[in-house]
């Protein structure tokens, strides 16, 4: 059996990063791929990425790409027409 602190003393040493950075990351590079391909809102998105609070979600996606949902948006759209793009969400 493991400790949690020595699991998270492990998981920091391997990937360099919390657990839970490790899982913003994750969430953020789901919501990039989301803004780029989808017209779903920044709270959907959000949502979608298991953040149930928008502003916090916000707040965390500048940090870790350096600028707002909307303004990723706006710079990484693709420039397809977007009806042919899908993205499924999982329901949870």
Do not use: K, N
Not at 51 to 71: C, H, L, Q, V
Not at 73 to 91: F, G, I, S, Y
């Amino acid at each position: 059996s493991v400790s949690t602190r020595t699991l998270l003393r492990h998981f920091q040493q391997e990937l360099s990063q919390s657990p839970l950075d490790y899982l913003h990351g994750l969430r953020c590079a789901r919501a990039r791929v989301m803004l780029e391909v989808t017209l779903e809102s920044v709270p959907s998105i959000a949502v979608a990425c298991g953040y149930a609070d928008p502003a916090a979600f916000r707040r965390i996606f500048a940090r870790y790409t350096g600028m707002a949902p909307s303004e990723y948006r706006q710079r990484h759209a693709l420039r397809a027409p977007r009806r042919r793009w899908r993205v499924e969400v999982a329901a949870r």
